[in-house]
């Protein structure tokens, strides 16, 4: 079955750290650059990070450049989001998907999330 | 406050035709193309357009896109109450080097 399912998060304080993990299956995952993105409480969807197949380009939204790292690991076919000095902004249903580095066909799966809360 | 523009909310009747908008700039809908979303609730977010106007496989011809200058919008003819959830419009950004989505549009099926 393709699929993505995405694990890691938690309740955690402000200033720490939370690694996410994305385990994709069902398709040739090194083919494919992949995505997060979250939705806060209430809010829309915003895309926090992207790498391609071969972990060549990554990008990052301004409002986590600098604390977050992703990466991949194309042999165990699973995708990163390393979080740290996590800010109660940052609570969101963090979701993985797959698709085209920077345009096109993208997004086409995703993940049913997991949640990130940051709170003291 | 989204790089993309769209309306807070739009509504229809079953059978109706409802258009959603999606505002830019010349750095990401301007120069690149745009992508739409279906998000239900307690669902992950569901890819109905790709490329301003191209349906992916499963997706009913109900729902088309097109995109003009530095604006897309999406349509939904023959509309039906499962219809009825958020609307996401997303386009590459070549200026923040990064994907930007609109706010979204929730749809209500009166």
């Known amino acids: 079955e393709v699929q993505l399912v995405e694990s890691g998060g938690g309740l955690v304080q402000p200033g720490r750290s939370l690694r996410l993990s994305c385990a994709a299956s069902?398709?040739?995952?090194?083919?494919?650059?992949m995505h997060w993105v979250r939705q806060a409480p209430g809010k829309g969807l915003e895309w926090v990070s992207g790498i391609s197949w071969n972990s060549g380009s990554i990008g990052y939204a301004d409002s986590v450049k600098g604390r977050f790292t992703i990466s991949r690991d194309n042999a165990k076919n699973f995708l990163y989001l390393q979080m740290n000095s996590l800010r109660t902004e940052d609570t969101a249903l963090y979701y993985c998907?797959?698709?085209?580095?920077?345009?096109?066909?993208?997004?086409?799966?995703w993940g049913q999330g997991t949640l990130v809360t940051v709170s003291s | 406050q989204s790089v993309l523009t769209q309306p807070p909310s739009a509504s229809g009747t079953p059978g109706q035709r409802v258009t959603i908008s999606c505002s830019g700039s010349s750095s990401n809908i301007g120069s690149n193309t745009v992508n739409w979303f279906q998000h239900l609730p307690e669902t992950a977010p569901k890819l109905l357009i790709y490329s301003n106007n191209q349906r992916p496989s499963g997706v009913p011809d109900r729902f088309s896109g097109s995109k003009s200058g530095t604006s897309a919008s999406l349509a939904i003819s023959g509309l039906q109450s499962e219809d009825e959830a958020d609307y996401y419009c997303?386009?590459?950004?070549?200026?923040?080097?990064?994907?930007?989505f609109g706010g979204g549009t929730k749809l209500t099926v009166l």
């Open positions: 997303a386009a590459w950004d070549d200026r923040l080097n990064g994907w930007v």
């Open positions: 998907s797959k698709g085209a580095y920077s345009s096109g066909y993208s997004f086409d799966l």
């Open positions: 069902g398709f040739s995952f090194d083919d494919y650059a």
